[in-house]
Structure formats: C-alpha cells, structure tokens
C-alpha cells in the first residue's frame, strides 16, 4: 500500500548513528527489510502466536498489551519511531506470545526476521554490535518502566509519558492511556483537570 514517506525514520539510518555500517552490511539489510503501511488498529500479534518478526517504528505507534483475567485490556508499553516492537520472550526463544502488538494509528514499520536478524550477527561485527545496544536499550527502558510503576506517583508516571510521546494525547485513547497508567478513566480525566496534581 502506498503510503506518504515523509516524516519516515529509515532503520539503517538510525542504525548508523550507533555505529559505522560497512557496504555488505547495507545491503543486507536492504535485501531483506520489509516495509509494510498498517492502519490503526491493526494486530501484528496475538497471544499464541510466535512473534517471527522484529519490528522498526518508522512513522506512528504501536503498543503492546495483554487482557487480564477481568477481560480488560492492560497496555504493557507504547513504542514510538525509532523504536523496536516486539514480544521479546516469544521472538528470541521462538515460544508462544502471551502478549499483543496492536498499531494505535496509521503505521509505517521495517522488520527483520528472527532467522534474519541472527545471521546478521554471525555474518558482521557492527551487526552483533548494535544488536547488543538495541537490546540494552529495550532492556532498559522495560527496567525503567517497572520501577515507574513500583515507585513513581501517578503524576510522575503521567508526565513521563508525556516527556517520551508528547502526542499521545492525539494518538492513543483515553482507555489505552488509563490502562497504561494502571488507573481508570475517570481518574485520568480527574488527573488532566489537576485535582490530582499534588497526590
């Protein structure tokens, strides 16, 4: 599907602000890149299924979520351009999901396969390089994520939201926002009015 590349991150492009990238490397990866345009709400994966794919953010967002025993939806994490998407479990031990990736908008993504992404790193040093960085970084910001949750007040959770996606007011809804943020939709709305701006 076409779609308007403007505003696009390019995967080898951010790839190369981590390290040098030699020529076969390249085109590697542009051989075997694959470019897909989703509309919103469109799932990439469901629990059971094997996450096959790692996913590059170009334009848009995903998030990443799983239904409760209460049937809710509880959004585990938001990953905006230039970030992976992925079930990290389930694509790096070729296990079953437990969790789903959903696009929140229109999306633009760049992917590698599981069998892909590993020869990468037995073929080129850079590749298993940056592979190790990326993962630090998604490891990272999952740490970051817990401690949030165990140690930050609501407001600080909220603001940090808005520091990482300042649009995600205009991309996600309020449910997907609220459930984020373990908290109702009525006290998100209680929280962007201010009565909760001291608790």
């Known amino acids: 599907m076409e779609t308007n590349e403007i505003n696009e991150l390019d995967l080898l492009e951010v790839l190369s602000t981590v390290a040098p ?4 490397y390249q085109e590697r990866l542009r051989s075997q890149l694959r470019r897909q345009h989703h509309h919103s709400k469109t799932i990439l994966l469901r629990p059971g299924e094997i996450c096959r794919r790692i996913y590059f ?3 848009g967002l995903i998030r990443v979520y799983h239904i409760d025993s209460s049937g809710r939806e509880r959004t585990i994490i938001f990953m905006g351009p230039g970030e992976l998407a992925v079930d990290i479990a389930s694509f790096y031990d070729q296990i079953p999901a437990t969790e ?3 696009t929140v908008q229109d999306t633009v993504i760049q992917s590698l396969t599981w069998s892909e992404l590993n020869a ?3 073929d080129f040093p850079e590749g298993n390089y940056i592979g190790r960085l990326m993962n630090q970084k998604y490891l990272i910001k999952a740490v970051n994520r817990n401690i949030e949750l165990m140690t930050g007040n609501l407001q600080e959770r909220y603001d940090s939201l808005l520091k990482n996606y300042p649009n995600i ?3 996600a809804n309020q449910s997907q926002i609220a459930s984020y943020l373990n908290i109702s939709r009525e006290t998100l709305s209680r929280l962007k009015s201010g009565q909760l ?3």
């Open 21 to 24: 990238l030699s020529l076969g």
């Open 57 to 59: 953010v170009s334009r």
């Open 100 to 102: 789903y990736l959903e």
């Open 120 to 122: 990468s790193y037995a």
């Open 169 to 171: 007011e205009q991309q």
């Open 197 to 199: 701006r001291h608790r």
